[in-house]
């Protein structure tokens, strides 16, 4: 069974930094793209970015390029969205999500993780 | 790159069929026809119930269907059922290894 599981709910404070975990297992995690997505409360979701793990190859939305760092560890099948400087409007439930296609022109984000809330409050 | 366009509700009663649409422009729905829809239930994560604008996962109704056309992106629930209630959001791709989500619409079960 193709499963990601997140790391658990952060709270943290304006200006720390942050990295949040999305373990992978049941297929080949160097086979396929993983994705990230915001979703602030109450609100739509947002795609955020995109990693190959074989070669850690990135791809960024324009609204969160600089903004996050998603990086992957294939030892250890884990993908990760990190931030260096956390702003309140950071607060949201992050998920990750496997891109199941062979074609970009073709979204399948399919399956999703848990979501990951993060909390960012002085 | 802005959000592709739907309804923010919509509503039917059990049994009837509602259509939800997705429209973009001809940056992406118009030029990458291969749209997904997610569903997403209140505290849940979201779930793919169609691809390829048309195409329906393992396991998910044939109540559920999709279809295209130019810049627009349809979503049609036929047979309606109370566990239908949630959100939905229609996902295309944009260019240059970049996708963008609808703005979703929240489907009420009357």
């Known amino acids: 069974e193709v499963q990601l599981v997140q790391s658990g709910a952060e709270v943290r404070e304006p200006g720390e930094s942050l990295k949040i975990s999305c373990k992978v297992s049941?297929?080949?995690?160097?086979?396929?793209?993983i994705g990230w997505a915001r979703q602030v409360p109450g609100r739509g979701l947002e795609w955020m970015g995109i990693?190959?793990?074989?070669?850690?190859?990135?791809r960024y939305s324009p609204s969160f390029q600089g903004q996050v760092t998603i990086s992957a560890d294939i030892s250890i099948t884990t993908a990760y969205l990190q931030w260096s400087s956390l702003k309140a409007s950071d607060t949201a439930m992050y998920y990750c999500?496997?891109?199941?296609?062979?074609?970009?022109?073709?979204?399948?984000?399919?399956?999703w993780g848990q979501g990951t809330l993060v909390t960012v409050s002085s | 790159q802005s959000a592709l366009t739907q309804p923010a509700s919509v509503s039917g009663s059990p049994g009837q069929s509602i259509t939800i649409s997705c429209t973009g422009t001809?940056?992406?729905?118009?030029?990458?026809?291969?749209v997904s829809w997610y569903q997403q239930h209140p505290g849940k994560a979201p779930k793919l119930i169609i691809y390829?604008?048309?195409k329906r996962p393992s396991g998910v109704p044939n109540r559920f269907s999709g279809s295209e056309s130019g810049n627009t992106a349809s979503l049609t629930i036929s047979g309606l059922q109370a566990e239908d209630e949630a959100d939905y959001y229609c996902?295309?791709?944009?260019?240059?290894?970049?996708?963008?989500f609808g703005g979703g619409t929240k489907l009420t079960v009357l």
């Open positions: 999500a496997r891109f199941s296609s062979a074609t970009f022109a073709a979204p399948q984000f399919d399956p």
């Open positions: 049941g297929y080949h995690f160097d086979g396929y793209w």
């Open positions: 990693i190959f793990p074989a070669g850690s190859d990135a």
């Open positions: 001809s940056s992406d729905v118009g030029t990458y026809a291969l």
């Open positions: 390829e604008g048309s």
């Open positions: 996902c295309s791709y944009a260019g240059s290894s970049t996708w963008v």
